[in-house]
C-alpha cells in the first residue's frame, strides 16, 4: 500500500486463482476517491508550477529532490511549497507575483460540479507529474501551453498567421 500514488484509495482484490493455492492479492487504484485539495492550496499550488515554469535555471538538486517527495505526497505536503518557493529568490519572486494574480481572479463556484472536479483532479495530476519529473522547471514549461491552444490553429503555430 505504500507505493500508491498520494490521495488514492487502494482496493484489495484476488486476483483469478487456482483452487489449490491461496488467492494473490492485487491492489487497484480507485479513481472515485481522490484527492481534495482547499481553494487556497489549489491557488498555491497553481502559484507554484506558474512560477517554477517561469524560472530560466534548473532548481539545485536538493530541490528537486524535495519536490519529488512533496508530489509523492502532494495532498499532505502541499503546504511545503511556499517554504521551497521562499528559499530562491526568483522563485519566490515569480510565486509572489503568481499568487497575487490568482488571488485577484474571481472566487470559485461553491458548489462542485462533475467538470470543476474533473479540471481540479487534472492539474492536480498534472502537478503531480511536473514536480515528480527529473526536472521540475522544464516539466512547468512544457506544461504551460495547453494542448488546445495548439490544436486550435497549427497553421498560424507554423507560419507566423491565421
Do not use: W
Not at 95 to 103: R, V
Not at 128 to 148: F, H, M, N
Amino acid at each position: 500500500m505504500a507505493n500508491a500514488p498520494s490521495g488514492l484509495a487502494l482496493v484489495r482484490q484476488a486476483a483469478p486463482h487456482s483452487a489449490l493455492r491461496s488467492p494473490p492479492l492485487q491492489y487497484c487504484l480507485d479513481p472515485k476517491i481522490m484527492p481534495t485539495l482547499n481553494s487556497q492550496q489549489e491557488k498555491s499550488l497553481t502559484a507554484f508550477i506558474t512560477a517554477l515554469g517561469q524560472q530560466d535555471d534548473a532548481l539545485p538538486e536538493g530541490l528537486q529532490k524535495q519536490l519529488h517527495a512533496i508530489g509523492q505526497n502532494l495532498e499532505a505536503r502541499i503546504l511545503e511549497l511556499p517554504a521551497i518557493a521562499a528559499s530562491l529568490p526568483n522563485l519566490n519572486q515569480a510565486y509572489q507575483t503568481a499568487l497575487s494574480d490568482t488571488q485577484a481572479e474571481a472566487p470559485a463556484a461553491t458548489f462542485a460540479s462533475s467538470t470543476s472536479q474533473s479540471a481540479s483532479d487534472k492539474q492536480y495530476d498534472r502537478a503531480v507529474d511536473i514536480l515528480t519529473a527529473d526536472d521540475p522547471v522544464q516539466a512547468a514549461k512544457r506544461s504551460r501551453t495547453p494542448l488546445g491552444q495548439i490544436a486550435s490553429n497549427p497553421l498560424k503555430r507554423l507560419f507566423g498567421r491565421g
